[in-house]
């Protein structure tokens, strides 16, 4: 193994900075262009309601690129009451794959509709709490993946003026539309299949990394209740996402005595799947391995990767459900269960 | 292969929704509990220059927590003058690996600095444009990846109220600090590391989905200067994420008459040597392939993926510039060289 490094020269620091001007505000537009704040807010807001002449459109809209006045969305949201925003917290684990795209789309969904999605950083807090920290800046609405919310959080947002709470969760929450979506389905197909083939000393991977439990609990708990009752096993099995982790299991899995693993996802089934083959264990004869996500990678490992493949609502879809819901916050909370599992049966199983 | 579907069953909407309520105000607080709404603001916001009685304070919390009032983070921007927030625009295409963990850890060191980072979807505009729509949430920081802002738009964020513009950019912009990073090293890297491992035909990965060009325009310009005046050529090879797309180029690999290819990331490096091999080529007798990204996953294939390591700025380095700007906003622009990469060469190349 060998390592070039490249190193970039710094660069000096390009110039001063200028020295701090006051944040123009909309009286100092109006009195550049000689006329009353109200026809500022009203030509810049592009207001229909109220007849403007367009040489005093244009006057007040030169006069606000001079002064690089830019309206302020809090005082706008403050006058109308609600804004285009559509907030997510985000998930405290980095997002995968799946998610990055599944938001990517969203995003680009809701844009096309007049929204901007934006994406509220976890600060560690949860709850109401949580829900309190989102309300503060008055979204027209709130897309919450996991469990993070419930009745009470919902309440608050609305009494915040959000027209529309969505959750992306196992459960419907009183008050917020539902997009069902349970990461046990998960857990159930990948053990079921195991069983299905046979396989009866099952073991399930479990990511050491903090945050994962969000998923990993629920999946293993759906592995243990496909298996309720049947002839069969669960063991649960911590792993860190590095090659020495996946190597010091792979040397104690004899005494383990397993013939099935479900790798909690394609990569840390790909992970173990390495390792396991690096210690002599013949993969499916041995050992039967499913991943979930159905990541293309996992086709090209040779033997190919069996997985749950997880269909996430589209996009669009769900860019429509929130627009709908914007436009008619008295509607009835509507659930759906787009989210769906399917076991794709391949060669390491 | 074997598709086994879960679906799971709808649940029925649970309730009607509650009658809409008007949204409580600062006023209705003060009203309940007997104070003056700057008694409200005082509590609510714990400012601790005025001396407020501790019952007060309590009766001012339990008439808001009645209410469910929660204070508007715009209004309180407005009177404040700035926020806690630090805006990110999100990149065109969904995150990879390396980017999502770079966000993660970011907003985490942000998070314990009492910040709040909220990613700002990208919604078709850029430039100054960009600016001005981020500029209406009052960011108190704005963190740029990419090449997304000129000076303009680094003043029209520092007029609306930004104390702090910082880029993730390969250049420098006037008035803002510097992290820089420059995705031509990354082909710079690649191709300089094929070249003096013997190899003079050397194809170079154009992923052909949206918005990837803003990373695989300049890693090719990147590995077109390194060779700039060598013995040796550069092609470039369009190719999108599928197997399909990765079997035709292998078909053709022949009549192309390449030596080495740089994979654009090892995503779609091991997409094509999964492809090259399975039509008969040797890897790397026949062709060299390296990627770039230093994924677990490539370390794991056989032969081991060669590949360009890519170190972003550490989330808490960043996190302490972005704070020791936002509270110095007079300084000097810094101008910092964290990005580095490094070939690791392993059996693919």
Known sequence: MRYVMVQIPNK????MPPAPRPVPTS?????????????????LNNTSAVR???????????AARELGYVPHAAARTLRAGHSRMVL???????????????????????????????QYGASGVGGDEAARAWAELRPVAVLVPGTGIGPEGVAILKRSGARAVVTLGPEAVEGAHAMLLDQADVGRGAAGHLHARGRRRIGVVVPEEPGMELFSAPRLAGAREALRGADATVTELPLAYTEEAADALAARWRGLGLDAVFGYNDEYAMLLLRALRD????????????????????RLLRPRLSTVRITLPLGRELASLVDRA???????????ALFSVAVVHRDSS
Chains 1, 2 share one sequence.
């Open 326 to 336: 914007v436009r008619n916050p008295a509607a009835a909370p509507e659930s759906h």
């Open 88 to 118: 997510m917290p985000t998930l405290p684990v980095p997002a995968g794959p799946l998610y990055s795209r599944f938001v990517h789309d969203f995003q680009g969904a809701m844009s096309r509709l007049d929204y901007t999605v934006v």
């Open 279 to 298: 210690a002599g264990l013949r993969v499916p004869e041995d050992v039967a391995v499913i991943g979930a996500d159905d990541l293309l990678l996992g």
């Open 52 to 62: 403007i002449s367009e040489p005093t459109r244009r006057r007040v809209r030169e």
């Open 27 to 43: 009286a100092d537009v109006a009195r550049l262009a000689g006329v009353s704040r109200a026809t500022v807010s009203y030509v």
């Open 12 to 15: 000096p620091a390009s110039t």
